[in-house]
């Protein structure tokens, strides 16, 4: 039971140490509280856990303008931050993790602004029957965050500019461009800003959840933590990953998510797996990568592993219909 909770708003804009302050909050959350976390990210370019960099971001356009490519923890798909997007990030202990109410507190927030707002499968919360809010989740160690971005007035063309989503995403959403189907909330509410929208958020997130609200301040943020995970953050390897030389590659688009599997075979045994994928679920590819590492590279083995692994049956039964389609 929530007993206590937390606000932290943050005027940096750097992304490496703004996610950094984020995985910092999940792993200190208290027991029994909530923090919210309102931060922003100068023309960056934030891709999911698993997504392959150099597919989903137009890389050399957007370091040319001066703009960040980072990867965050959590699974989907890849998102543009500007300073006219607001991200929230609302962190707790598992046990007491609520989507319903903590998108209740985005609902609210509109409501208040007079802009009706509904929530709309599983991460996005829509206006006007468009879009201005995606959410991702992730978990760890008994702790949980779900975060996401509100649009308030962010530059669509660069948003177009930079991502590159594939073919196979653009006609399973059934649109032309990526301005057909979210909206900033400033089309709506042309007086809005991005202060108003954040104090707003403080505002909502308290009468959702019956509590005053505790500030934090950057004295209570352990630096050191902070300055290791910045270091993470911004590593070439996390951000790009690796590109593995493969055997095997194929993928599809599925209910679940965009997958591509990629798999270097030697001996006869698979090496090395990766899975590159927007699929919601972070632990999906690292799932199905130790399931397949080490494995003969015969069908049937293959599709053993996989359905002995940690995965939804749906995902399962894809990704073996995906690998016997390639006639191994």
């Not at 943050?10 to 992304?15: A, E, F």
């Not at 979210?182 to 809005?192: A, Q, S």
Request: negative net charge; aromatic residues 8%; hydrophobic residues 40%.
């Amino acid at each position: 039971m929530i007993k206590r909770i937390f606000l932290y708003r943050t005027g940096c804009t750097d992304p490496y140490r703004n996610l950094a302050v984020e995985q910092y909050l999940l792993e200190t959350v208290p027991e029994d509280a909530c923090t919210l976390y309102l931060w922003q990210n100068r023309r960056t370019v934030v891709i999911g856990r698993n997504q392959n960099a150099w597919k989903e971001c137009r890389v050399t356009a957007l370091e040319m303008d001066g703009g960040f490519l980072a990867r965050r923890l959590s699974g989907g798909g890849a998102v543009f931050h500007d300073m006219g997007n607001l991200n929230f990030t609302f962190l707790v202990n598992q046990t007491d993790y609520d989507l319903s109410r903590q998108l209740g507190v985005i609902v609210e927030l509109c409501r208040t602004l007079g802009i009706p707002a509904e929530c709309s499968g599983r991460n996005d919360v829509l206006a006007d029957g468009r879009k201005f809010s995606g959410n991702a989740f992730y978990a760890h160690n008994g702790k949980q965050y779900h975060h996401g971005t509100l649009l308030v007035d962010v530059d669509m063309a660069a948003m177009g500019r930079y991502l590159s989503p594939s073919h196979a995403k653009l006609e399973a959403k059934g649109v032309a461009s990526v301005r057909s189907r979210v909206v900033n909330l400033r089309e709506l509410r042309p007086e809005l800003t991005v202060n108003a929208m954040a104090e707003g958020m403080e505002d909502a997130f308290q009468t959702v959840y019956g509590l005053k609200a505790e500030r934090l301040e950057e004295r209570d943020l352990d630096s050191g933590r902070i300055d290791a995970l910045i270091a993470h953050n911004a590593g070439w390897e996390w951000i790009y990953g690796r590109e593995l030389a493969c055997t095997l590659q194929c993928g599809d688009r599925f209910a679940w998510g965009e997958a591509e599997l990629r798999l270097a075979v030697e001996g006869g045994i698979i090496a090395q797996a990766a899975v590159y994928t927007d699929a919601m679920d972070w632990t999906l590819a690292p799932a199905v990568e130790g399931a397949l590492t080490g494995c003969r590279f015969r069908l049937e083995e293959m599709g053993q592993r996989l359905r002995a692994a940690a995965l939804e049956d749906r995902v399962r039964e894809d990704l073996c219909a995906l690998l016997a389609r390639q006639n191994i």
